[in-house]
């Protein structure tokens, strides 16, 4: 059972959302808040599986909220999905890289809702490797990481971060550096480990911030 916490300011998003995650099989709403401080307050008690996270709140926007939540150790099995509209894309960017595994938009299908929050629960990003390089060099300039952070990759798995950068699959990375996908699929757990990486798509920002791949690149 995946359990949800959804955070929103308003009342009706609040409800249509509950609404939506409880008839679904296999998922349980466990609780909801109205605002970022709320919404960390009760991930803490409650601790979810996945936080539907709104951005603009009052208080505490989600931005923050997520950055609280992604940097909490008793909350490191919790995944943060954040619920947007169309023009919010740069508070999107600032959200993953605050700890957010994926976003979607507010008016999407039910089903579409369902399966975010099904695959945030299994680790998957739900934003494209693509689309989140196209986000960040859209909306961000290059900050310098933890350069031991960066350091502690091996030459391999620093080749790997960039293929994934890119938008490889394990597959593809297998295929192009000839390893085995259970080899390719442990080389990008380690990065995730050592960069401290929820998902994919952060490791595309950590690539972004470390240098290692320009705009466009």
């Known amino acids: 059972m995946i359990r949800v916490l959804v955070v929103d300011d308003q009342a009706l998003i609040r409800q249509a959302v509950t609404d939506i995650l409880g008839a679904a099989a296999g998922i349980e709403v466990v609780g909801d808040a109205v605002d970022g401080a709320d919404g960390v307050e009760a991930s803490r008690r409650l601790r979810p599986d996945v936080v539907l996270m709104d951005i603009r709140m009052p208080r505490l926007d989600g931005i923050d909220a997520t950055a609280r939540i992604c940097a909490d150790p008793a ?14 894309d740069e508070y999107v ?3 993953m ?6 976003f979607i938009g507010k008016g999407s ?4 809702i369902v399966r975010a929050v099904e695959a945030v629960h299994a680790g998957d990003s739900l ?4 689309a989140t390089r196209a986000l960040i060099a859209k909306h961000l300039q290059p900050a310098a990481m933890d350069r031991a952070r960066l ?5 391999r798995e620093e080749e790997v971060l960039l293929l994934v950068a890119r938008g490889r699959s394990n597959q593809e990375i297998a295929d192009e550096l000839f390893i085995s996908p259970h ?3 442990t080389h990008v757990n380690r990065i995730m480990t050592k960069l401290y990486a929820h998902d994919r798509a952060q490791l595309v920002i950590a690539a972004y911030e470390s240098g290692l791949l320009a ?3």
């Open 183 to 185: 080899t390719a699929k």
């Open 75 to 88: 909350l490191a099995e919790t995944r943060v999905l954040i619920l947007t509209t169309f023009e919010e």
């Open 151 to 155: 350091e502690s990759l091996t030459d």
């Open 215 to 217: 705009p466009g690149g």
């Open 127 to 130: 934003l494209s490797a693509a």
């Open 93 to 95: 960017v600032r959200a």
């Open 97 to 102: 890289r605050a700890g957010a595994s994926g």
């Open 109 to 112: 299908e039910p089903d579409d």
